[in-house]
T-cell receptor
Framework: DAGVIQSPRHEVTEMGQEVTLRCKPI?????LFWYRQTMMRGLELLIY????????DSGMPEDRFSAKMPNASFSTLKIQPSEPRDSAVYFC??????????????FGDGTRLSIL | AQSVTQPDIHITVSEGASLELRCNYS??????LFWYVQSPGQGLQLLLK??????LVQGIKGFEAEFKRSQSSFNLRKPSVHWSDAAEYFC????????????FGKGTRLSVIA
């Protein structure tokens, strides 16, 4: 049973470049979450989707960040242009049921992003 | 809205010793509570969850947690720690009413010494 799949696992790029992170949620899960993890701020929820529709993007730090979910099995988080302070580990998670249910979130292994 | 506090940023225990990681939540009704573990370079893995019934819940890897409503706590315990338990541990709280996703604590880093 495949879990949440993220790609790439590591990304190193120069500032100003466009970065695209990818996520495949667990089949049948209606909710998809994007998180950012840093030493300073811990785990931050950036945005989440329900049935491919963005529900809350209040955690997206700036307009440079955008996320899409074109279908139930794929989502992207894009940063354009990237800056060194965007360096972090980005996690994707998915869950089934309702948002207020007892269903846990299942996390991918993350993308470690380094902006030089 | 719900919130969760993990008072300890870093804890060090000896291998074989018992462990208790603290978690306090704030929520007006009975919450859903979760503990996750994050090993280095990996994502968060669910250890256990509580949503009703017996207040002592068993999880994977020999962990357990006890929900105490009077103390608004959901502390994680293990009777004998193994070196492989060294990781970051996150407590999370969800609400059964309202329309908000899980709220995570800032985590507690566990170091295990010989």
């Amino acid at each position: 049973d495949a879990g949440v799949i993220q790609s790439p696992r590591h990304e190193v790029t120069e500032m100003g470049q466009e970065v695209t992170l990818r996520c495949k949620p667990i089949s049948g899960h209606d909710y998809l979450f994007w998180y950012r993890q840093t030493m300073m701020r811990g785990l931050e929820l950036l945005i989440y989707f329900n049935n491919n529709v963005p529900i809350d993007d209040s955690g997206m730090p700036e307009d440079r960040f955008s996320a899409k979910m074109p279908n139930a099995s794929f989502s992207t988080l894009k940063i354009q242009p990237s800056e060194p302070r965007d360096s972090a580990v980005y996690f994707c998670a998915s869950s089934g049921g309702q948002i207020n249910s007892n269903q846990p979130q299942h996390f991918g292994d993350g993308t470690r992003l380094s902006i030089l | 809205a719900q919130s969760v506090t993990q008072p300890d940023i870093h804890i060090t225990v000896s291998e074989g010793a018992s462990l208790e990681l603290r978690c306090n939540y704030s929520y007006g009704a009975t919450p859903y509570l979760f503990w996750y573990v994050q090993s280095p370079g990996q994502g968060l893995q669910l250890l256990l969850k509580y949503f009703s019934g017996d207040t002592l819940v068993q999880g994977i890897k020999g962990f357990e947690a006890e929900f105490k409503r009077s103390q608004s706590s959901f502390n994680l315990r293990k009777p004998s720690v193994h070196w492989s338990d060294a990781a970051e541990y996150f407590c999370a709280v969800g609400s059964y009413s309202g329309n908000t996703p899980l709220v995570f604590g800032k985590g507690t880093r566990l170091s295990v010494i010989a």
